[in-house]
């Protein structure tokens, strides 16, 4: 039982919610004890899909401003790629996570966010990076991540300005992928998180590592990579019962091999 992430199971989605009040801030301990939870979830064959949002009117307000007051040059460095670190691992983790921005998301908030596969966000959350007000820069991916889902342009304007939008702004400029009233939003991202879990767990994992490929790799090589798992698909015995689902006009029943 972690401290601060309460996990529900229902049916084959986890819903994780951070509780760490008043803000939800991403402390140290929060952080390794997220690390320590992806690999419970991605061991776990009963968890085809996973939720996350924050309990209050906060998704994450942040890192914990209080460590900082300690560290050095050295520490804060580690600090980054502690965080950095951890939220590769959840954009390439191989179970889609959904975020339910359900309140202010900021500063090392919406760099977790953005590492996370699918954003919805409610219509009255407050996202941005406002780390240029400490004197800092963000440290946990977001001058990396924010560019690619933006335009540079954007993104270097609300770096700059520390600018925070609401959930409506954030999805017009595609930085979440859907918005809702704050009371709809969890209920809209369990369904989205549903819809997929009907999937096949095997492909899933390949589409996921296909559609990260074209953030790291050339386009020739992410084509590649593409073939490669395309083929590696028809091993499964899940391509089978899908492409005879399909045939027979029925829905496929997938064994998640």
């Known amino acids: 039982m972690s ?24 402390s140290k301990s929060v952080l390794e004890e997220l690390q320590e939870l992806l690999g419970q979830w991605e061991a776990d064959s009963s968890i085809k899909a996973i939720v ?3 309990e209050g009117r906060f998704f994450i307000a942040g890192a ?16 980054a790629k502690l965080g950095q670190g951890l939220f590769s691992r959840l954009e390439t983790f191989p179970k889609p996570i959904i975020a339910a921005i359900n309140g202010a998301c900021l500063g090392g908030g919406l760099e977790l966010a953005m590492a996370c596969h699918i954003r919805l966000a409610a219509v009255e959350a407050k996202l941005g990076l406002p780390e240029l007000n400490l004197g ?7 001058t990396q991540r924010l560019p690619r889902l933006v335009g540079r342009g954007k993104a270097t304007q609300l770096i ?15 930085l979440v992928e859907g918005v809702y009233p704050a009371e709809q939003l969890l209920s809209e991202a369990k369904k989205l998180a549903a819809a997929i879990s009907q999937k096949s767990a095997v492909t899933v994992r390949f589409a996921l590592e296909a559609i990260h490929s074209s953030s790291t790799l ?12 395309f083929g590696k698909a028809f091993a499964t015995e899940d391509v089978k019962e899908g492409v005879g689902a399909f045939l027979e006009k029925r829905k496929p029943q997938f064994s998640d091999r």
């Open 3 to 26: 401290a601060h992430w309460n996990v529900q199971l229902e049916d084959r989605v986890a819903v994780v919610t951070i509780s760490n009040p008043p803000a939800n801030a991403l």
């Open 52 to 54: 996350l949002t924050g």
């Open 64 to 79: 914990d401003i209080k460590e900082f007051t300690q560290m050095d040059v050295a520490d804060a460095k580690q600090a």
């Open 136 to 142: 800092l820069i963000p440290g946990y991916g977001g």
């Open 160 to 174: 700059l300005t520390s600018e925070m939008i609401g959930g409506e702004e954030a999805l017009r400029i595609g």
């Open 218 to 229: 050339s386009h020739t090589e992410g084509m590649d990579k593409e073939a490669e798992l």
